[in-house]
């Protein structure tokens, strides 16, 4: 059955997903391929936008409430807060460098590769981090007053990518989920990066990559969806 952590768990498990094509155009700088750079920006566009916009806005409303009810977490909450920031500002220098790149700028391989390499690895722990230490305290702690407040936080959120109203400029980057998706169905032939990154992820993360029942409506984020039909 939906309910908000599972729509929580959803986003973070779309996020990882497009964190896993990332790191697989990365480990193209290592092999004779070349990296696909528009795709590798689209992935940052999206990141820099829907989730900085909209899921952590949320985030930060629910690690306030939650820091209410049990202040021994106002610390671990407080470096996940200041995390978004981190996040936000790397994709922003990292969307900036790979726009260089695409534009004819001649910009070092190695160079992109570090910053990307940075923001993967960062992003990657700071999620891990929330799936780990917040997700099962909110799920225990936070009462339905408390939800909605969390959905009224950032409403409005169109998910421009795995909302069924998708942007026509991430066309490509749907092509290439539904791929991974399709591989990933294929026994023994699921992507390693796939695997590698569900390692970083706890258990409850892993369970909710497969909850297709959890998604939104059309172009509705989770939690603002939930409001919408009162189950928080
Ligand atoms: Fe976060
Ligand atoms: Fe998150």
Redesign the pocket.
């Known amino acids: 059955m939906s309910d908000p952590v599972s729509h ?1 768990h959803t ?2 498990a779309n ?1 990882s997903r497009l964190l896993d094509i990332l790191e697989k155009q990365l480990d193209a700088f290592h092999g004779a391929g070349q990296p696909n750079y528009d795709l590798m920006v689209d992935i940052v566009s999206y990141l820099r936008h829907f ?1 900085d916009l909209h ?2 806005p949320r ?1 930060d409303a629910a690690f306030a409430l939650l820091a209410k009810h049990e202040p021994g977490m106002e610390i671990p909450l407080q470096r996940l807060r200041q995390e978004h920031r981190v996040i936000a500002a790397a994709g922003d220098d990292l969307l900036r460098t790979l726009s260089e790149v695409t534009s004819g700028a001649v910009i070092a391989r190695a160079a992109v590769e570090a910053i990307a390499a940075m923001y993967l690895v960062y992003y990657r722990h ?2 891990a981090s ?1 799936e780990k230490e917040v997700l099962p305290r909110a799920a225990k702690l936070l009462t339905p007053g408390d939800w909605r407040a969390v959905a009224a936080a950032a409403p409005g959120g169109r998910d421009p990518l795995f909302g069924n109203e998708s942007e026509a400029g991430y066309r490509e980057l749907r092509r290439h989920i539904a791929l991974e998706r399709e591989r990933s169905r294929i026994p023994g032939a699921s992507p390693p990066h796939r695997a590698r990154s569900a390692e970083r992820l706890s258990p409850n993360a892993l369970a909710s990559t497969d909850r297709g029942s959890a998604t939104p409506p059309p172009g509705v984020c989770g939690w603002q969806a939930l409001g919408a039909r009162g189950l928080i």
């Open positions: 929580w986003e973070h996020f989730p899921h952590h985030e700071h999620i929330e």
